[in-house]
């Protein structure tokens, strides 16, 4: 059975930083490009960044570009967000998506599993 698990969400004040890390149970992780999106109370979900299979190709949101790192390590099956000068419109719950495919996507329908999600909430 697949999973995706997030964790490190939490509330920090405007400015600060967190890191997500999102593990997954994929067999073949390498395999699989993933992403980051994020869905806010009352809107749709959004995505944030993407990287590709071998971690060579990134793709960024313009609302977090500069800001937002992603990040892939194939041999402990993990990827992160770090997320930096983190602002009030950045609070959403942030989900870790995995898309099998050799071609990045931004689409959320492309992607084929998904994390529970996990909340993050910036005060001003």
């Known amino acids: 059975q697949v999973q995706l698990v997030e964790s490190g969400g939490g509330l920090v004040q405007a400015g600060g930083s967190l890191r997500l890390s999102c593990a997954a149970s994929?067999?073949?992780?390498?395999?699989?490009?993933m992403g980051w999106f994020r869905q806010a109370p009352g809107k749709e979900r959004e995505l944030v960044a993407t990287i590709s299979w071998s971690g060579g190709t990134t793709y960024y949101a313009d609302s977090v570009k500069g800001r937002f790192t992603i990040s892939r390590d194939n041999a402990k099956n993990t990827v992160a967000l770090q997320m930096n000068s983190l602002k009030p419109e950045d609070t959403a719950v942030y989900y870790c998506a995995g898309r099998r495919s050799i071609n990045s996507s931004t689409r959320t329908y492309e992607y084929d599993y998904w994390g529970q999600g996990t909340q993050v909430t910036v005060s001003s």
């Open positions: 994929l067999r073949t992780f390498s395999n699989y490009n």
